[in-house]
């Protein structure tokens, strides 16, 4: 009886460990924020500017991202200088718009943009999970939440099957709209940028229809990579 109790769990053992051994190792998340260098990605961006009078700008570009180099910060880390570029159209020049700094590290990824630095994405990635994306700046505590993760998203007529998106702010009532959402996909990095702050009509016929009295809306997204 014995023999056959230790040969049973053998077999127990080595099926528990046979079966961990299949299981899909963690998503650190290192290859959905910018994967690697010299790669640059290309974005449509459209901005839309509403006032009170009831007319609305609308304004057309295009943005470049180029991963361009390595190096150590100021703490010994290594940091990615990512060159960001600008034209109206196809038909332009690029000229350079601004430089960001972004950092991989083993829970977070970070970005800093215009001397402000954001925690952009808290790994491993898990559905759900939450952080203070203000942790490393001063403007007060800001809740991004991890959504949607490992599941398809098209833009601009491009499908991508690895993504999630980070939840910067989602706040809608009868009289504002305030969302903020970026996706990211797996080997190219943000693929979709959603800033929209929009205040509506709340009075007389209008009160609730989602008529847009002022604001703004930012929508970038994914065109071609190199």
């Known amino acids: 009886?014995?023999?056959?109790?230790?040969?049973?769990?053998?077999?127990?053992?080595?099926?528990?460990?046979?079966?961990?051994?299949?299981?899909?190792?963690?998503?650190?998340?290192?290859?959905?924020?910018?994967?690697?260098?010299?790669?640059?990605?290309?974005?449509?961006?459209?901005?839309?500017?509403?006032?009170?009078?009831?007319?609305?700008?609308?304004?057309?570009?295009?943005l470049k991202e180029i991963n361009v180099s390595t190096f150590k910060d100021a703490e010994g880390k290594e940091a990615l200088r990512i060159e960001r570029y600008r034209r109206e159209n196809d038909t332009q020049k690029w000229t350079i718009d601004s430089i960001f700094i972004a950092k991989k590290e083993i829970d977070k990824a970070l970005k800093t943009e215009n001397n402000v630095t954001y925690v952009k994405i808290s790994f491993p990635i898990k559905e759900?999970?939450?952080?203070?994306g203000n942790a490393y700046n001063s403007l007060g505590n800001d809740t991004y939440e991890l959504k949607k993760v490992n599941q398809t998203f098209q833009?601009?007529?491009?499908?991508?099957?690895?993504?999630?998106?980070v939840i910067q702010q989602n706040d809608s009532t009868l009289v504002d709209l305030k969302r903020r959402i970026e996706v990211y996909a797996e080997g190219i990095g943000m693929i979709y940028q959603?800033?929209?702050?929009?205040?509506y009509c709340n009075s007389g016929d209008c009160l609730g229809k989602g008529k847009i009295d002022f604001g703004n809306k930012h929508i970038l997204k994914f065109k071609s990579n190199e």
């Open 1 to 62: 009886m014995k023999i056959i109790v230790i040969i049973l769990s053998s077999f127990l053992l080595f099926a528990c460990d046979n079966l961990n051994s299949n299981l899909p190792p963690p998503q650190d998340g290192g290859k959905f924020f910018y994967p690697s260098v010299g790669q640059s990605v290309i974005y449509d961006v459209e901005d839309t500017q509403y006032e009170l009078t009831g007319k609305s700008t609308i304004k057309t570009y295009q």
């Open 128 to 132: 759900g999970l939450k952080w203070n």
């Open 155 to 165: 833009t601009n007529g491009e499908k991508f099957d690895h993504t999630f998106s």
């Open 194 to 199: 959603e800033k929209i702050n929009v205040f």
